[in-house]
């Protein structure tokens, strides 16, 4: 009933995958960070390995590879950009890319879709705003519709790839940016839309993190910008849902990502137990040592197969046997755990290096700083117990009123 090996085809993709990760990826890895930029080779060899369009469908450039398998990609990605830049740079791209191919126009999906498959235009999300981050409900920005265009009005913050779509990209970029357009309780009311960065009426800032600077956050705010109709991603007034099936996607692939980089942190950990020495033996000698390294690649190792359950309930739900249910409760645990797990599994790794640990010569700091930024991003820690709780206990359980 259950298989956990790979399939020929993803044992292949892994292969190729991993040898980019490891040759490309890794050693440029403190570049990356120190650069604040993902070199432009690097995209475009990943454009190249068909990487980026890796969710979507042939049509739009794409090869239409299921949630597992992508997340096994974005687990090796993570393995050599222990940054987190450009496993974030592909999973944003990969999981809302396939939310715009599910609702989006033909129109607006042929001609932004194959520009991000080809790495020339970045695709990301768009809802945090100032005042409000996990309660999506409360967002500010409007959207309204005047002589068959939609205006939009407002502010988003903390957006990744901001500099991206604005700068870097040779076709730029947008954001799936969401605004209420409509009366509405909860979710209801709020629509999503397809904003190119480059628009009129943008204001773009940008925010100094202190990790994973390879891809940028900032923000932009809109006056009275203009849209086409076909801008409009699903139904008006249906955006959060839609919104909500794209975190599971990008959140279960964050799973991956997290333990990806853990993984690869304390391999680095055990090359350097094995040959340091204290007190006249390996470190790797002492129980003490030992006892941690156990213990946290368990724990890693749990949190990837429940990610990978996750992205599993994913690919059959997409199949028409599974469930929103399933995919979203175990994608939910394993977005709980995966940073907070990875995270002390790394600040244990870096223990063993001693006052090196301490230094840019041990590059475990840069794996610390990436997986740290999920405890927030793309849906934070707290929230995740609230879906699961709630999943549990049913919804009458979280409502005020
Ligand atoms: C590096 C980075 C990249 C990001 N990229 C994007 C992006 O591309 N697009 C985008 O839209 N957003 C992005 N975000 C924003 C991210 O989604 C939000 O940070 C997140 O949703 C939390 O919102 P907030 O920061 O406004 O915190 P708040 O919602 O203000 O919450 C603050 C704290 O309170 C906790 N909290 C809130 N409500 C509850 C509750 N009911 N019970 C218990 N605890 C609670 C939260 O968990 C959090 O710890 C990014 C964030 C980071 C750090």
């Known amino acids: 009933m259950i298989d956990f090996e790979p399939t020929e085809e993803q044992r292949m993709l892994k292969k190729t995958v991993r040898e980019f ?38 049509e739009y450039g794409g090869s239409g590879m299921d949630p597992v398998t992508v997340g096994l990609v974005a687990e090796e990605l993570a393995r050599g950009d222990i940054t987190c830049a450009v496993p974030v740079f592909f999973l944003v791209q990969t999981a809302w890319g396939c939310v715009l ?10 001609r932004v879709l194959p520009g991000v498959a080809a790495g020339k235009q ?16 409360a967002i500010r920005t409007r959207g309204a519709m ?6 939009l009005d407002g502010e988003k913050m903390f957006i990744s790839g901001v500099r991206e779509s604005v700068h870097q990209m040779p076709g730029g970029g947008g ?3 969401l605004a209420r357009t409509g009366a509405g309780k909860g979710g209801a009311g709020i629509s999503m839309f397809y904003v190119p960065l480059t628009s009129r009426g943008i204001d773009p800032t940008y925010l100094e993190d202190w990790g994973r600077r390879g891809i940028s956050t900032g923000g932009f705010a809109m006056v009275d910008v203009e849209l086409p109709a076909s801008h409009l991603i699903g139904e008006e007034g249906k955006g959060f849902y839609a919104a ?7 959140r279960g692939i964050i799973g991956m990502i997290c333990c990806g980089v853990a993984q690869r942190c304390m391999e680095l950990g055990i090359d350097h137990i094995k040959g340091r020495k204290a007190f006249g033996q390996h470190l790797g000698k002492f129980e003490g040592v030992q006892f941690k390294l156990a213990e946290n690649w368990a724990q890693v190792e749990a949190v990837r197969l429940l990610a990978l359950r996750g992205l599993w309930a994913l690919k059959t739900e997409r199949e028409g046997r599974g469930s929103r249910f399933a995919s979203t409760m175990a994608i939910a645990m394993a977005k709980m755990l995966a940073p907070v797990q990875a995270f002390g599994a790394i600040n244990d790794a ?24 999920y405890m927030w991003a793309e849906g934070a820690t707290e929230i995740q117990k609230l879906i699961v709780a709630r999943e549990l206990l049913g919804r009458d359980f979280f409502r005020n009123d």
């Open 122 to 137: 970045f695709l990301g999300i768009a809802s945090t705003e100032p005042d409000t981050g996990s309660d999506v409900t």
């Open 101 to 110: 191919q599910k609702y989006g126009s033909d129109e607006l999906k042929g």
């Open 244 to 250: 909500m099936e794209g975190f599971d996607y990008a």
């Open 21 to 58: 990760s490891q040759k490309v990826l890794f050693p440029r890895a403190r570049e990356i960070e120190k650069g604040e930029k993902i070199p432009d080779d690097i995209i475009k060899q990943m454009a190249d390995m068909g990487i980026l369009g890796i969710g979507l469908s042939p």
């Open 146 to 151: 005047l002589g068959g265009r939609w205006h």
């Open 175 to 177: 954001h799936l940016t």
């Open 350 to 373: 870096m223990q063993w290096f001693g006052a090196m640990g301490y230094t840019e010569d041990c590059p475990l700091e840069l794996g610390l700083k990436g997986v740290r930024s």
